[in-house]
């Protein structure tokens, strides 16, 4: 998903994926923005090197700076902490 978004939807330059301000596909997408790193820090799996995706890197920053949404974003630390239990709870279930 992040290779068909760095290839093929942010180009020439667009700051959203609709051009300069957000639309649907943004919202869609904010999974991207702001889970990957819970999931990493839950995991321990580096899934976004922002090196790799420059452009997935500049949305993410743009998409989090929109005052919208970057002050209706879930807390980062709730989010990992809801994560943490939700791992130990599925690790110290019993499977039939």
């Not at 992040?2 to 596909?25: P, T």
């Not at 943004?26 to 995991?43: E, N, P, R, T, Y």
Request: glycine share 6%; proline share 4%.
């Amino acid at each position: 998903m992040l290779e068909a978004m760095e290839e093929h939807v942010l180009i020439g330059g667009k700051k959203f994926f609709g051009g300069d301000e957000i639309n649907m596909v943004d919202i869609a997408f904010c999974m991207v923005a702001h889970w990957l790193g819970a999931i990493k820090d839950i995991a321990g799996l580096q899934v976004f090197e922002p090196h790799k995706f420059p452009r997935v890197s500049s949305w993410i920053k743009n998409f989090k700076s929109v005052p919208v949404i970057k002050d209706n974003l879930p807390d980062t630390d709730k989010i990992v902490a809801h994560l943490k239990r939700r791992k130990e709870m599925l690790l110290t279930s019993k499977s039939y």
